[in-house]
T-cell receptor, first 113, second 108 residues
Framework: KAGVTQTPRYLIKTRGQQVTLSCSPISGHRSVSWYQQTPGQGLQFLFE???????NKGNFPGRFSGRQFSNSRSEMNVSTLELGDSALYLC????????????FGPGTRLTVL | KNEVEQSPQNLTAQEGEFITINCSYSVGISALHWLQQHPGGGIVSLFMLSSGKKKHGRLIATINIQEKHSSLHITASHPRDSAVYICAVRITGNQFYFGTGTSLTVIP
Protein backbone atom coordinates (compact mmCIF):
# COMPACT_ATOMS: atom_id res chain seq x y z
CA LYS A 1 0.00 0.00 0.00
CA ALA A 2 1.40 3.38 -0.97
CA GLY A 3 2.15 5.79 1.84
CA VAL A 4 1.08 9.37 2.27
CA THR A 5 2.38 11.55 -0.54
CA GLN A 6 2.83 15.29 -0.55
CA THR A 7 3.51 17.59 -3.47
CA PRO A 8 5.55 19.55 -4.09
CA ARG A 9 8.41 18.51 -1.81
CA TYR A 10 10.15 21.87 -2.00
CA LEU A 11 8.81 25.29 -2.81
CA ILE A 12 10.24 28.80 -2.87
CA LYS A 13 7.90 31.78 -2.87
CA THR A 14 8.16 35.47 -2.19
CA ARG A 15 6.31 37.54 0.39
CA GLY A 16 2.77 38.36 -0.59
CA GLN A 17 2.32 35.39 -2.88
CA GLN A 18 -0.02 32.51 -2.19
CA VAL A 19 0.72 28.81 -2.21
CA THR A 20 -1.21 25.55 -2.43
CA LEU A 21 0.13 22.30 -1.04
CA SER A 22 -1.31 18.88 -1.79
CA CYS A 23 -1.60 15.71 0.27
CA SER A 24 -2.76 12.29 -0.91
CA PRO A 25 -3.62 9.99 2.00
CA ILE A 26 -3.19 6.26 2.23
CA SER A 27 -5.93 4.49 0.30
CA GLY A 28 -8.97 4.04 2.53
CA HIS A 29 -7.97 6.73 5.01
CA ARG A 30 -10.61 9.40 5.43
CA SER A 31 -8.91 11.77 7.85
CA VAL A 32 -6.17 14.17 6.82
CA SER A 33 -4.44 16.50 9.26
CA TRP A 34 -1.98 19.27 8.51
CA TYR A 35 0.90 20.44 10.69
CA GLN A 36 3.50 23.19 10.51
CA GLN A 37 7.01 22.60 11.81
CA THR A 38 9.46 25.44 12.41
CA PRO A 39 12.71 25.51 14.40
CA GLY A 40 11.28 28.08 16.80
CA GLN A 41 7.77 26.74 17.41
CA GLY A 42 8.24 23.05 16.69
CA LEU A 43 5.25 21.10 15.44
CA GLN A 44 1.89 22.83 15.50
CA PHE A 45 -1.51 21.56 14.47
CA LEU A 46 -3.13 23.45 11.60
CA PHE A 47 -6.39 21.62 10.86
CA GLU A 48 -8.02 18.26 10.34
CA UNK A 49 -10.41 17.18 7.60
CA UNK A 50 -12.63 14.15 7.71
CA UNK A 51 -15.07 13.24 4.96
CA UNK A 52 -14.63 16.65 3.30
CA UNK A 53 -15.46 18.54 6.51
CA UNK A 54 -13.07 20.48 8.71
CA UNK A 55 -13.25 18.82 12.10
CA ASN A 56 -10.70 20.76 14.13
CA LYS A 57 -8.65 23.89 13.63
CA GLY A 58 -5.49 25.07 15.34
CA ASN A 59 -4.59 28.60 16.30
CA PHE A 60 -3.50 29.97 12.94
CA PRO A 61 -4.67 33.10 11.10
CA GLY A 62 -7.30 32.94 8.41
CA ARG A 63 -4.58 33.11 5.73
CA PHE A 64 -4.22 29.38 6.30
CA SER A 65 -7.06 27.38 4.82
CA GLY A 66 -7.68 23.92 3.53
CA ARG A 67 -10.11 21.59 1.91
CA GLN A 68 -10.66 17.92 1.30
CA PHE A 69 -12.03 16.31 -1.81
CA SER A 70 -14.35 13.34 -2.15
CA ASN A 71 -11.37 11.03 -2.78
CA SER A 72 -9.91 12.19 0.58
CA ARG A 73 -7.07 14.10 -1.05
CA SER A 74 -6.49 17.38 0.71
CA GLU A 75 -5.03 20.74 -0.12
CA MET A 76 -3.92 23.55 2.11
CA ASN A 77 -3.57 27.13 0.97
CA VAL A 78 -1.60 29.97 2.47
CA SER A 79 -2.39 33.41 1.14
CA THR A 80 -0.33 36.60 1.44
CA LEU A 81 2.79 34.73 2.46
CA GLU A 82 4.99 36.12 5.22
CA LEU A 83 8.62 35.32 5.99
CA GLY A 84 7.49 33.50 9.12
CA ASP A 85 5.51 31.02 7.04
CA SER A 86 8.76 29.36 6.02
CA ALA A 87 8.43 25.89 7.46
CA LEU A 88 8.06 22.20 6.85
CA TYR A 89 4.39 21.44 6.25
CA LEU A 90 3.43 17.89 7.10
CA CYS A 91 0.22 16.07 6.48
CA UNK A 92 -0.86 12.87 8.14
CA UNK A 93 -3.68 10.49 7.35
CA UNK A 94 -5.62 8.03 9.45
CA UNK A 95 -8.57 5.73 8.99
CA UNK A 96 -10.84 7.82 11.14
CA UNK A 97 -10.66 10.66 13.56
CA UNK A 98 -9.68 10.43 17.18
CA UNK A 99 -8.58 6.90 17.84
CA UNK A 100 -6.38 5.72 15.04
CA UNK A 101 -2.69 5.78 14.34
CA UNK A 102 -1.56 8.58 12.06
CA UNK A 103 0.76 8.08 9.11
CA PHE A 104 2.84 11.06 8.10
CA GLY A 105 3.87 12.21 4.67
CA PRO A 106 7.41 13.38 3.88
CA GLY A 107 6.44 17.03 4.08
CA THR A 108 6.67 20.09 1.85
CA ARG A 109 9.48 22.48 2.70
CA LEU A 110 8.30 26.01 1.99
CA THR A 111 10.76 28.88 1.87
CA VAL A 112 9.42 32.42 1.72
CA LEU A 113 11.88 35.07 0.54
CA LYS B 1 3.02 28.09 28.60
CA ASN B 2 3.63 24.75 26.89
CA GLU B 3 0.97 22.13 27.24
CA VAL B 4 3.60 19.43 26.65
CA GLU B 5 7.05 19.43 28.20
CA GLN B 6 9.79 17.03 27.18
CA SER B 7 13.13 16.30 28.77
CA PRO B 8 15.93 16.21 28.08
CA GLN B 9 16.14 18.45 24.99
CA ASN B 10 19.37 16.84 23.88
CA LEU B 11 20.83 13.47 24.75
CA THR B 12 24.08 11.79 23.77
CA ALA B 13 24.58 8.15 24.63
CA GLN B 14 27.10 5.42 23.98
CA GLU B 15 25.93 2.46 21.96
CA GLY B 16 24.32 -0.10 24.23
CA GLU B 17 23.14 2.34 26.89
CA PHE B 18 19.62 2.41 28.28
CA ILE B 19 17.86 5.66 27.37
CA THR B 20 14.84 7.38 28.90
CA ILE B 21 12.97 10.35 27.48
CA ASN B 22 10.27 11.97 29.59
CA CYS B 23 7.07 13.79 28.67
CA SER B 24 4.73 15.70 30.97
CA TYR B 25 1.49 17.33 29.90
CA SER B 26 -0.99 19.67 31.52
CA VAL B 27 -4.21 19.11 29.55
CA GLY B 28 -6.81 16.39 29.34
CA ILE B 29 -5.97 13.96 26.60
CA SER B 30 -7.54 11.03 24.82
CA ALA B 31 -4.19 9.48 23.87
CA LEU B 32 -0.46 10.13 23.81
CA HIS B 33 1.79 9.38 20.86
CA TRP B 34 5.54 9.02 20.59
CA LEU B 35 6.94 10.04 17.22
CA GLN B 36 10.38 9.61 15.69
CA GLN B 37 11.76 12.10 13.19
CA HIS B 38 14.92 11.45 11.23
CA PRO B 39 17.01 14.13 9.51
CA GLY B 40 15.20 15.15 6.34
CA GLY B 41 11.88 15.42 8.13
CA GLY B 42 10.13 12.07 7.84
CA ILE B 43 8.03 11.28 10.92
CA VAL B 44 7.12 7.79 12.06
CA SER B 45 4.59 7.04 14.76
CA LEU B 46 6.19 4.70 17.32
CA PHE B 47 3.46 4.28 19.91
CA MET B 48 -0.08 5.35 20.65
CA LEU B 49 -0.94 5.04 24.35
CA SER B 50 -4.01 5.69 26.44
CA SER B 51 -2.96 3.66 29.47
CA GLY B 52 -0.28 1.34 30.79
CA LYS B 53 2.69 0.20 28.80
CA LYS B 54 3.56 -0.88 25.27
CA LYS B 55 6.67 -2.59 23.91
CA HIS B 56 7.95 -2.85 20.38
CA GLY B 57 11.35 -4.43 19.96
CA ARG B 58 13.85 -2.43 22.01
CA LEU B 59 11.39 0.41 22.59
CA ILE B 60 9.09 0.64 25.59
CA ALA B 61 6.55 3.38 26.26
CA THR B 62 4.67 3.93 29.50
CA ILE B 63 2.01 6.39 30.56
CA ASN B 64 0.63 7.39 33.95
CA ILE B 65 -2.67 9.16 33.34
CA GLN B 66 -3.07 10.33 36.95
CA GLU B 67 0.36 11.95 36.98
CA LYS B 68 0.07 13.15 33.35
CA HIS B 69 3.43 11.70 32.51
CA SER B 70 4.86 9.36 29.91
CA SER B 71 8.28 7.88 29.31
CA LEU B 72 9.95 6.39 26.25
CA HIS B 73 12.71 3.91 26.94
CA ILE B 74 15.23 2.53 24.47
CA THR B 75 17.13 -0.54 25.58
CA ALA B 76 20.52 -1.45 24.08
CA SER B 77 20.67 1.78 22.09
CA HIS B 78 22.16 1.73 18.60
CA PRO B 79 23.45 4.50 16.32
CA ARG B 80 20.43 3.98 14.05
CA ASP B 81 18.26 5.15 16.98
CA SER B 82 19.73 8.63 16.50
CA ALA B 83 16.78 10.87 15.72
CA VAL B 84 14.46 13.42 17.28
CA TYR B 85 11.77 11.89 19.48
CA ILE B 86 8.57 13.88 19.88
CA CYS B 87 5.80 13.44 22.41
CA ALA B 88 2.35 14.36 21.11
CA VAL B 89 -0.90 14.46 23.08
CA ARG B 90 -4.22 14.03 21.32
CA ILE B 91 -6.82 16.54 22.52
CA THR B 92 -9.80 15.79 20.34
CA GLY B 93 -10.17 14.18 16.95
CA ASN B 94 -6.72 14.39 15.44
CA GLN B 95 -5.85 17.69 17.12
CA PHE B 96 -2.52 17.40 18.91
CA TYR B 97 -0.21 19.39 21.11
CA PHE B 98 3.46 18.54 20.61
CA GLY B 99 6.53 18.59 22.78
CA THR B 100 9.60 20.35 21.47
CA GLY B 101 11.38 17.07 20.89
CA THR B 102 14.42 15.29 22.26
CA SER B 103 17.41 15.07 19.95
CA LEU B 104 19.15 11.75 20.55
CA THR B 105 22.63 10.92 19.29
CA VAL B 106 23.98 7.42 19.88
CA ILE B 107 27.72 7.14 19.46
CA PRO B 108 29.25 3.84 18.31
Amino acid sequence: KAGVTQTPRYLIKTRGQQVTLSCSPISGHRSVSWYQQTPGQGLQFLFEYFSETQRNKGNFPGRFSGRQFSNSRSEMNVSTLELGDSALYLCASSLGTGSNEQFFGPGTRLTVL
Amino acid sequence: KNEVEQSPQNLTAQEGEFITINCSYSVGISALHWLQQHPGGGIVSLFMLSSGKKKHGRLIATINIQEKHSSLHITASHPRDSAVYICAVRITGNQFYFGTGTSLTVIP
